[in-house]
Structures are given as C-alpha cells and as structure tokens.
C-alpha cells in the first residue's frame, strides 16, 4: 500500500496523509458507481435537483473550514479560496438551469403523433481535478453530471486530496445514495486504473499535455466521451489605449493573479512598437513590483501565495531560463522570495521579441512581451499558437475590438477585461490544444448527457398507405 501527503507549499508542513488507491479499490469504486446507476438516472428530475441543493447547502455551511483546507493545501490566499466556495455553491443553481435549457425536454404535436427530445445520462463519468481549483473546478463537472443522471468517479489532484476528501463529506451529509459520488485518492497509477476500470465518460481539467495523453488513449473507444478542459499560451493584446496606468492593473490581473496558476492567464503580451509600448511595459512592471506574495494566513492580506510546490517552482524557473538563454531580454526577473519557502516566486517578464520560443505554457507568475509594428500584426501574433483557450483585447477603439473579436481564435476573448475573467453561466473552454470542442461551465450539460430523438404514435396503426410502389 503507497502512502502519500499533501505539503503546504507556504510552510512545507504536512496537510493530509493517507493510502494512495489501488488497481482494485478503484475498480470496486466504479462497479459502485454501476450500481448505483440505473436507480439514480431513474429518479424524477426534481429527485436530483433536491440532492445537489442539499449538498448546495452544505457546502455553505462549511465554507469556511473548508476555504481554509483549500489555502492551505494550495497556498492560494484566504480571499481567493473564498470566492471558490462561493462559486462552488453557485454552480448548483446555474447547472439546474443549464439542464433545463440545454438537455431538458421538448415535445412538438406531428400529424402521427408526436416528436419528443430527452436526453440520456451516459453511465459511469470519471472526474479528474487540477490542483489549482481543487474544489470549483471538479465540481463543475460533477454537479452538472449528477444532475443529468451520471454517477461520478473523483480523483482530486494528488496535491490536493484533502479538498477531495471535504468534498465526498459534503456530497455523504447531502445523503445522496450509496455509490452516486465515489472519491478515490491518489496519483498517475490510480488515475491510470481509473482509465481502465470501464467508465462512459471522462471528464478532465489539466494540462495540455495530459489532455493529448487522454485523447490518444480513447481515440479507439468512442463509447467514452471525453470532456478536456487544458491550458493555453493565452495572448493579451494592448493596441491604442492612451492610460498605460489602467491598461497595467488590467494585464498585471490577467497574469499575476492566482500566482500565474489559472490556465487562462496571459501569457504573451503582444504591444507596439516604440514608446506607446515602452510606456506600458513599464506601467506594468512597476505595478508588479508592488505585489504582495505571502503565506495565506499573513497578518496583513497578499494578492497571492506560492506555486503549488517547490518542484513546480523549479520547472517553471527553468522554463524562464530557457527563454532567457535563447536571447529573452529580462525586465524583471523571477526569484526567491526572501524568508519564505522556495515555492515562493516573484514575477517575472521577459521581452521575447523575435525570438522562436516554445508555444507552451507556463504555468507560473511570467509574462512574455512580444513588440509589433502593426494591428494587424499584433492579431497573427496572437492566433501564432497550437492553443486557443483566452485571449484579450485592450484598446480605446471599438472597431479594433470588432476586428480582433472576427479573427481572434480562442474560446474566452474579453476586451478591456483581464483574460481570467469568466463565469459559470458562460460555456468555458477553448481551440485546438485547449480542449476538444467540449465547454465547460454553462456548457457542462452538453456532455453530461446524450440527446435522442424519438417519433411516437400512441397505437399501432396500418401505415401501408405510406409505402410508395406496392402492387396491389
């Protein structure tokens, strides 16, 4: 049996501790999630909507425990993993009326009776959580499910198995029934096991490279349908806005925040050329440089903590480093931050102008500037990536936002707004590495469930006058 722990990457102090699951406990868990299946996707709508607003209301009752649990397993700030509990508890009302308005039912009158839409839960749906979100982003996929007639698998990211844990408390005092939400803990080989343990559907939110992994591993099995939502090497555009100071607070939230670890933070700032872009740089840079990184728990509050540990600190300092070695020139560097631990870094942004750097994403508080001569430019430097999740625009001029919004490709495109701006009544996902044309969010419903079609007569009736040919 492998035991694991997830660490508190401000202090290195131990958060949980428990056994990894094995080959078998996964299978029992999704031969739970079997049997469960039929009684639950049976009950009345109105059955499953009342159970997830019993969980809905537990999960307002613990919020606060369980906002803690979240910062300290993640370093995120109080005021962050808050707002994460709240999003939680408004997912429940936004995925009721998604349901009915995406997969409900519809039934038009026909000369022979009548066409009706339902849709199908599709089984058993596997759900793998990122760590960066450990609560919102999971539940935004289990909610959803549960209400369609699935029952769910979870595995919570390996370096965030309390959240996971407070979770499946949640969904047990909601007294769902007996093998509906089954959590199984633990890292690669379990959720290997899980892949293989014969779910319907699986849903996932990670990295891109994962995301590929998956799509390879059930490009033969089109029984599973698979619902990725990945990361991207999202650009923010800044073309003809005269106040540098307000464009700066709007690109320093679209990179900095959640220490860089949302998969629609900027990445690529793309700017003129010239003083126009000089001046934003270093707005942008002296705002950075005021940005409080500190311990969740601070006496005075931070804008954000750590990366989700220090191996992630390394392996994105050595990304950095990499473009700086091909030629990046640095504007402000990345580094420890003195007396905190070393998954502590400060933010960093580097001008890659002209430079061929890797088309990836990194998963960090770094922001890479790219100088161009025209609009136009600016838009091809933006479409110049494999992923299409965000991207923005900000500008004085409308019509360069008219522009840009016909020939951006990307599936979150916001202007004036940092690209980490969404919402749960809004689909969420993106292009290309990004996803697989599934949303997310509001769109959740689409891939919870199957649509069928049927044309139904109340009796049975001779139709032979309706073939064409026959000989008397």
């Not at 502590?344 to 100088?371: C, H, N, S």
């Not at 940092?418 to 919402?423: H, I, M, N, S």
Request: glycine share 10%; with cysteine; aromatic share 8%.
């Amino acid at each position: 049996m492998t035991r694991f722990q997830s660490i508190d990457p401000a202090t290195g102090e131990a958060v949980w501790e428990g056994a990894a699951a094995t080959a078998a406990d996964v299978q029992a868990a999704t031969d739970r999630a079997r049997a469960a299946f039929d009684d639950w996707s049976d009950r009345p709508r109105q059955a499953r909507v009342d159970a997830v607003k019993r969980y809905q209301a537990v999960l307002k009752d613990r919020a606060p425990q369980m906002a803690e649990a979240i910062s300290r397993e993640t370093g995120k700030a109080l005021w962050e993993t808050q707002t994460e509990l709240q999003a939680m508890q408004g997912k429940v009302d936004i995925s009721i009326r998604a349901y009915d308005e995406r997969t409900g039912e519809r039934e038009t009158a026909t000369g022979f009776g009548r066409a009706v839409l339902r849709h199908r839960p599709h089984g058993v749906a596997a759900v793998l959580g990122p760590f960066n979100f450990p609560g919102h982003l999971p539940n935004g996929h289990i909610v959803p499910a549960l209400l369609a007639g699935d029952t769910v698998v979870f595995k919570p990211s390996e370096e965030t198995p309390l959240t996971g844990e407070l979770m499946a408390k949640a969904f047990e005092a909601a007294d769902l029934p007996t093998g509906v939400v089954n959590v199984v803990q633990g890292g690669r080989d379990t959720g290997t096991a899980l892949l293989d343990s014969g779910i319907d559907a699986l849903m996932f939110t990670g990295s891109g490279a994962a995301g590929a992994h998956f799509k390879k591993r059930f490009a033969d099995d089109p029984h599973v349908i698979l619902a990725l939502e990945l990361g991207g090497n999202n650009p923010l555009v800044v073309w003809d806005a005269a106040d540098a100071d307000a464009v700066a607070g709007i690109v320093v939230q679209s990179a900095f925040v959640t220490t860089g670890q949302r998969c629609s933070c900027a990445r690529r700032l793309i700017v003129p050329e010239g003083p126009q872009g000089d001046a934003i740089i270093e707005a942008v840079a002296a705002i950075a440089d005021r940005l409080t990184f500190a311990p969740w728990n601070s006496e005075n509050e931070p804008y954000a903590g750590p990366l989700i540990s220090e191996r992630a600190a390394e392996a994105a300092k050595q990304a950095l480093q990499q473009r700086i070695d091909q030629g990046a020139r640095v504007v402000r560097a990345t580094g420890r931050i003195d007396g905190l631990s070393g998954a502590f870094v400060k933010p960093a942004i580097v001008d890659v102008t002209g430079l061929d750097v890797l088309d990836e994403e990194m998963f960090a508080p770094f922001l890479q500037v790219i100088r161009v001569p025209t609009f136009d430019a600016a838009i091809t430097a933006a479409n110049a990536t494999r992923y299409g999740l965000s991207a923005g625009l900000v500008s004085d001029d409308p019509a360069k936002w008219e522009r840009f919004i016909r020939r951006i490709r990307a599936g979150v495109v916001n202007f004036n707004r940092p690209t980490t701006g969404a919402a749960g009544d809004m689909p969420f996902g993106g292009l290309g590495a990004s996803g697989n044309h599934r949303p997310s969010a509001y769109y959740a419903a689409d891939y919870c469930a199957y649509p069928v079609a049927s044309f139904e007569a109340g009796a049975v009736k001779n139709i032979e006058s309706e073939i064409k040919g026959l000989r008397p």
